[in-house]
Structures are given as structure tokens and as C-alpha cells.
């Protein structure tokens, strides 16, 4: 690498990382640290952080001296001489939330490879202004690197103090709120007209297997799979239907059809049981989520009472 080169490389490098922190600091706050409940699509402000801590450490080491390019990292492009990788193409697809595994690659990547190479083109223009010790630059660096350090500090005062005897506490806590509800597992027969159903009730009381029958007679979209309706609780199921499942033993087969807007139902009692609370593992998340809130403002809380706070109006005077 020429020396020419070699200084383009770490000016190019410098500008990079700055855009990376100023991106972070920009998106980064109380609110975004507290992390999002499971089942959102935003992920936790740690994995974040250090995605773009290691993103903007990679950068200062291009910056450095170091190979901008492993050799392993495939060209998808170069402007002005400058690489980009299938790699960075990825990345910037992950960072506007595009699920790769889910989408037509084909089709998507060639509109994500030219917001790279424009993002590229406006990080060269800018490297011609030199504006690495421009005042404006370096004041929104050092803003943003306390934000980042505030960000950092919070995250890990408050991870250090999710332990697992706190994980536990919260997860009995959560567990003993979530009321006890019954639910039934049964097969049921659907049939159009009520001496149907009473000849499929013959049928079981000369023997017959209840799921071979519901293959054979069956109306319903259970019917192939041998009217199997799996576990349901009360009031996912029409109120007739419902009433009869509800009162019945496990094994007990209905002894008469049961009406309901969709046709004469014959029912079979497969189980009866509470409904399974969730686990800690499937809850892992979300407890996270609401310790983090419940954490931090306890601690601003005490933070706030140690402090010597003094107030004042608009005009900058004391308020008593």
C-alpha cells in the first residue's frame, strides 16, 4: 500500500467511525437502553451497542494501518478505488431491519448494493473537505462519546444487578399472578344433519376407533387428522360446543350430538389439565425488559436523593 494510499485509508477509516458513533449517539437514549419486550422486532440496546462500539473499533483500525479488506471478504464494488464487500452489503441490509432469510436475496441486494456504493460516494466527498479537527466535528464526537460512555455505564450498573436469584424472584413473582386455567383436549366429529351424527354415535358404541371415523365421516377441517382439536380453554369455542366439552370426563365419548352453528358435533374427551405456564426460559425477555425499567429507576431514584439539586424559573431565578 502506498503512502498516498495508506493515509486516504486511515482518513476514510477516521470518517467512517465518526458516522458510526454519531449514528449511535443519534439513536441511542434512556429509552432505547431499556431494551423491547419479547416479540418486537427491535432487539436490546446492549447487542446494539456493542455491535456499533466493534463496527466504529473496526474502523479506527483500518484507520490504523490494518488490512481494510481480509482476504476472505468478497468485492462486490469499489469506488474510487475504494472496496466494498458482499460483507458490508449484508451488514447495511441487517441495519435497516431487511430479514435476509426471509426475503428474495436476489432481488433485494442489488438496491442495497447501490445505497452502499451512494453512501461511499458521500463518505469520499467528505473526506475531501478534511474536516477531522473541523470544531463543529470534534464538539458533536466528544457529545456523543459521553452519550455512548452514559449508555455503557447504565447497561452494565444495571446487567451487573440482574442476577439469577433476581431472575428467579421475578419469574415466581409473575408466575403466581397468572390465574389457574382449565383447559380440554377432545376430537370431535362434525357432521350436516343430527341422524348422522347419531348413526357415528352407534358406530362408536359397537367399537368403533373415534379417529378413523372422523376421517371417514367428518365435515370439518380436523377430520383428517382425526377431528383432533388439540388443548382449548373455555371461550376459544362457540358456547354449545363449549358447555358440553366442559362437563365431560376424560375418555367419555358425548351420548347424544351437540348443535352448534356449524353442523351436530360428536365429541370425545381426550384430556383435561391446567393450562402450562410459560417458562422461565420463554419469559427470559421479557423479565429482562421489566427488571432493566424496574433497576434503573430505582437507582436514578437514590442517584436523585444523594444529589444537591437546585432549580430555577425561566428567568434563571431560584425557586424556593
Request: glycine share 8%; charged share 25%.
Amino acid at each position: 500500500m502506498s503512502e498516498q494510499s495508506a493515509s486516504k485509508g486511515k482518513t476514510v477509516g477516521i470518517l467512517i467511525a465518526a458516522l458510526v458513533i454519531l449514528a449511535a449517539a443519534a439513536g441511542y437514549g434512556y429509552t432505547q437502553f431499556m431494551g423491547t419486550p419479547a416479540g418486537s422486532e427491535g432487539g436490546s440496546a446492549k447487542s446494539n451497542i456493542q455491535a456499533t462500539i466493534e463496527d466504529a473499533s473496526n474502523k479506527m483500525a483500518a484507520a490504523a494501518g490494518e488490512e481494510t479488506m481480509p482476504e476472505n471478504e468478497v468485492v462486490v464494488a469499489t469506488v474510487d478505488g475504494e472496496p466494498i464487500s458482499k460483507d458490508d452489503v449484508l451488514r447495511f441490509m441487517q441495519n435497516q431491519n431487511i430479514n435476509i432469510a426471509q426475503q428474495d436475496l436476489e432481488s433485494i441486494y442489488p438496491l442495497a448494493l447501490e445505497q452502499v456504493i451512494r453512501g461511499q460516494i458521500v463518505i469520499n466527498q467528505a473526506e475531501k473537505a478534511n474536516l477531522d479537527n473541523d470544531p463543529e466535528v470534534l464538539e458533536q464526537l466528544a457529545g456523543a462519546k459521553k452519550h455512548i460512555i452514559n449508555t455503557i455505564y447504565l447497561q452494565r450498573t444495571v446487567d451487573s444487578k440482574i442476577t439469577d436469584a433476581v431472575m428467579e424472584g421475578a419469574y415466581k413473582s409473575h408466575i403466581n399472578q397468572i390465574p389457574d386455567v382449565e383447559e380440554r383436549h377432545a376430537r370431535h366429529i362434525l357432521l350436516d344433519s343430527e341422524e348422522k351424527a347419531k348413526e357415528v354415535i352407534t358406530k362408536l358404541n359397537e367399537g368403533g376407533d373415534f379417529a378413523a371415523l372422523a376421517q371417514e365421516y367428518s365435515i370439518g377441517p380436523t377430520g383428517p387428522n382425526g377431528g383432533d382439536l388439540g388443548y382449548f380453554t373455555k371461550d376459544q369455542m362457540v358456547p354449545s360446543f363449549a358447555e358440553a366439552a366442559f362437563s365431560m370426563e376424560k375418555g367419555e365419548v358425548s351420548a347424544a350430538p351437540v348443535k352448534s352453528e356449524f353442523g351436530f358435533h360428536v365429541i370425545k374427551m381426550e384430556d383435561v389439565r391446567m393450562k402450562p405456564k410459560p417458562t422461565m426460559d420463554e419469559m427470559r425477555d421479557y423479565l429482562q425488559v421489566q427488571l432493566r425499567q424496574e433497576i434503573l429507576n430505582e437507582m436514578i431514584d437514590k442517584w436523585e436523593q444523594a444529589a444537591e439539586i437546585k432549580k430555577y424559573d425561566m428567568n434563571g431565578q431560584p425557586l424556593e
